[in-house]
Each structure stands twice: as C-alpha cells, then as structure tokens.
C-alpha cells in the first residue's frame, strides 16, 4: 500500500467514487496488494473524482495540491499516487487509526 520512492512515497488507492462524503473507509485487499479505499463524493466523470482524491490526499498530508501526483490509473478504481516528500513513517502516523 505505502512504498518509499526517491520523491517520497507511493500510495496505492482503491477508489469509491459518488460516496456521499469523501473520507477514507479503510483497506480493500490484504498483503502487498492492499491499497487504501477512499470514497469520494465527485462522480467519475472527467476525472473529477480524481481531482477529489488529490485534493482530499494534499489536505490529509498538509501539502500543496502539486506535491500529490496521480501516477497510474487514471480510468481505474485502482490508483497510485505519488505523494512527494512525505517518508513511510509519516504515512503510517497519519494513517494508523485506518489500518
């Protein structure tokens, strides 16, 4: 789910798109194909639930909307995101009370 990159880390992402509110809802999967589940409220339409998602993981984070990059699956409920200068063990303080 979370790797370290050069950048910072990687986070693998399972989106719910048309949720009512936008909040993470836990692990969907298990092992090192787990990924995060994040329901959001934008539709899947022209990529504005994936605008969400960026927005939603810079607030998370506390960083500005450029240090967070969706860097594959685009179309796909499975992303990853490229969340830079943050470590592994940031990720997991912020994340603890989901896992």
């Known amino acids: 789910m979370i790797r370290a990159t050069a ?3 990687t986070l ?3 989106a ?4 009512k509110k936008t909040a993470i809802t836990g692990i969907y999967g298990e092992g090192a194909a ?3 589940k994040i329901a959001v409220q934008s539709p899947p339409v022209d990529g504005r639930a994936n605008q969400a998602i960026v927005a939603f993981l ?12 969706l860097i594959s699956g685009d179309s796909s409920r499975s992303k990853v995101f490229l969340l ?3 470590t ?3 990720a997991q303080s912020i994340l603890a009370p989901t896992s």
Do not use: D, K, M, Y
């Open 12 to 14: 693998a992402v399972r």
């Open 58 to 69: 810079a607030e998370t984070f506390n960083l500005p909307r450029s240090g967070v990059e």
């Open 84 to 86: 830079r200068g943050v």
């Open 88 to 90: 592994i063990q940031q």
């Open 7 to 9: 950048a910072g880390i």
């Open 34 to 36: 787990a990924q995060l």
């Open 16 to 19: 719910q798109p048309g949720a």
